[in-house]
């Protein structure tokens, strides 16, 4: 019978040449992938997060509200005068009633004074930013006045107005115990009247 090892050597040859080339091109493949991956192995870095501040806008402060000054009307101011003016009937301009009222006395003439005033008394040291004056008798020019003694002196806290049915006076920072409705001219018919004041602090 003819001799057959070399055939079958050869063939055995050829199938472990074949198999560590399979090897070889899988080695490869893998070191390709797992450079692409990243050098730990630990796949694709995922980029850091971004933090957005948000910003509250600060709070929007409100005025502060009007606050009454409760008033009592005490007397009447006539330095240049007979220092009477009509002051027991004070309190009539801060009774509530709109139908009374202090008047100054009767000028049948010219008005020859700097001026005559309705005293108010606050109870305590404040600082008013607004008066209101309601007169019955429009036409007179008066200001607002403040001061520490219902005898003087006072401060201007106002400038002068030409008084209508209902005049608003605004006040200069100023402190004190007592306001006066200070009348500097008289209307058509003589006499100043001032039916109602309103005092009130801040707004």
């Not at 933090?51 to 600060?58: F, I």
């Not at 330095?79 to 027991?88: A, L, T, V, Y």
């Amino acid at each position: 019978m003819p001799r057959q090892s070399p055939r079958r050597s050869s063939s055995t040859t050829t199938r472990f040449l074949a198999a560590a080339g399979l090897v070889a091109l899988l080695g490869g493949m893998a070191f390709i992938v797992m450079g692409e991956t990243g050098d730990d192995g630990g796949g694709t870095t995922a980029a850091p997060a971004t933090t957005t501040t948000v910003k509250t806008p600060p709070p929007v402060k409100k005025p502060p509200q009007a606050t009454r000054i409760v008033v009592t009307g005490v007397g009447a101011y006539d330095p240049e005068g007979d220092q009477s003016e009509n002051g027991g009937d004070a309190r009539l301009a801060t009774d509530g009633n709109a139908t009374t009222a202090w008047k100054s006395e009767h000028y049948r003439s010219t008005f020859s004074k700097s001026g005559v005033g309705l005293v108010l008394d606050a109870g305590r040291p404040v600082k008013a930013t607004r008066v209101v004056v309601s007169t019955e008798t429009p036409g007179f020019a008066a200001q607002v006045r403040v001061g520490a003694s219902p005898t003087g002196p006072f401060t201007a806290a106002s400038v002068s107005k030409t008084t209508a049915a209902r005049t608003t006076y605004a006040l200069k920072p100023r402190r004190g115990r007592y306001l006066v409705i200070w009348v500097t001219s008289m209307p058509a018919d003589g006499v100043a009247a001032v039916n109602e004041v309103r005092v009130t602090a801040g707004g």
